[in-house]
């Protein structure tokens, strides 16, 4: 017999639909969106004054990158009921692909940054602002994803 067998959780209410994906995919997505911005703030209080003023820009559009691909359903990009607006299927793919490539060009900028500024100082710099500045990224561009992909829009009809 296991020690655990017994031990019952209280329900949550908000978490007892049949379909979890959704809920899921909305927490991990958010945890890691929230893990991002903490590496950032962390470096920026630990490490005051270290951290290049401009490369915040990075944290900035890769934010952006993660509204612009979440505001855009599946649906829309393959033409099923998307038909108006000022470019249709067409501009709701083109708004996708931006919001992709602003997504990577954050991430590639915040590993350039690393590199250049932090990993290649030599030994006068400390690393974690720029590992800080990488992980941000990284992390905001994952939740990015798991956002989009993990969701089913089945249910909004």
Same mark, same amino acid.
């Given at each position: 017999?296991?020690?655990? +067998?017994? =031990?019952? @959780?209280?329900?949550?209410?908000?978490?007892?639909?049949?379909?979890?994906?959704?809920?899921? !995919?909305?927490?991990?997505?958010? #945890?890691?969106?929230?893990?991002?911005?903490?590496?950032? #703030?962390?470096? !920026?209080?630990? &490490?005051?004054?270290?951290?290049?003023?401009?490369?915040?820009?990075?944290? =900035?559009?890769?934010?952006?990158?993660?509204?612009?691909?979440?505001?855009?359903?599946?649906?829309?990009?393959? %033409?099923?009921? &998307?038909?108006?607006?000022?470019?249709?299927?067409?501009? !709701?793919? @083109?708004?996708?692909?931006?919001?992709?490539?602003? %997504?990577?060009?954050?991430? #590639? !900028?915040?590993?350039?940054?690393?590199?250049?500024? &932090? =990993?290649?100082?030599?030994?006068?710099?400390?690393?974690?602002?720029?590992?800080? @500045?990488?992980?941000?990224?990284?992390?905001?561009?994952?939740?990015?994803?798991?956002?989009?992909? %993990?969701?089913?829009? +089945?249910?909004?009809?």
């Amino acid at each position: 017999m296991n020690c655990l +067998d017994n =031990v019952t @959780l209280p329900s949550c209410v908000w978490f007892e639909s049949g379909e979890k994906r959704n809920i899921l !995919a909305s927490i991990i997505s958010g #945890i890691l969106f929230s893990a991002g911005w903490w590496f950032i #703030i962390d470096a !920026a209080s630990v &490490y005051p004054g270290e951290l290049i003023g401009s490369s915040h820009i990075c944290g =900035v559009m890769a934010t952006l990158s993660l509204v612009m691909v979440n505001s855009v359903t599946n649906a829309q990009v393959r %033409g099923e009921t &998307y038909t108006g607006g000022c470019m249709g299927p067409c501009g !709701a793919r @083109l708004w996708l692909f931006m919001g992709f490539v602003v %997504g990577f060009a954050s991430l #590639i !900028a915040s590993c350039w940054i690393l590199f250049v500024e &932090y =990993v290649n100082a030599g030994n006068d710099k400390h690393v974690w602002p720029g590992v800080s @500045l990488f992980l941000q990224n990284a992390f905001i561009f994952i939740g990015s994803l798991v956002f989009k992909f %993990g969701r089913t829009e +089945d249910m909004w009809g």
